[in-house]
């Protein structure tokens, strides 16, 4: 009788998946609880710290309650309001020296050295 290879390789590899018992098992290595509805996280290798997004309200509103916090790579809070005034901020990312923020419907800059908002650019055609 042919049996094609696909089928011997699927069946081969469905019974090898079913026969390890992987377990994964995750510590809680550190926390930290004082942080107002926190959202993103963006590592700095370059400062060797946590950039954290900070909705703080709802995370539909233009609300003024949102910012930027720093943590230090071991959990402990570097400075809980570098960045004020935000929205409800989510994603981050990082070019040079500059933090772009995803703030509802804008795009926020940050000079990272001073922690001032350099732009908020607006789009009118963004939604949540």
Known sequence: MFVPKSIILSTTFFLTLTSVKAQ?????????????????????EKENQLFVSLIDGEGNKKDGKGGIAILNTDGTVKNKLWVE??????????YKNVLFVADLTALVSVDIPTGKILNKLEIDSAVF
Do not use: H
């Open 85 to 94: 005034g935000l929205d409800a901020p989510k994603g981050l990312a990082r």
């Open 24 to 44: 994964s098992v995750l510590n809680k290595i550190w926390e930290t609880p004082e942080l107002p509805v926190p959202e993103s996280v963006l590592y700095s």
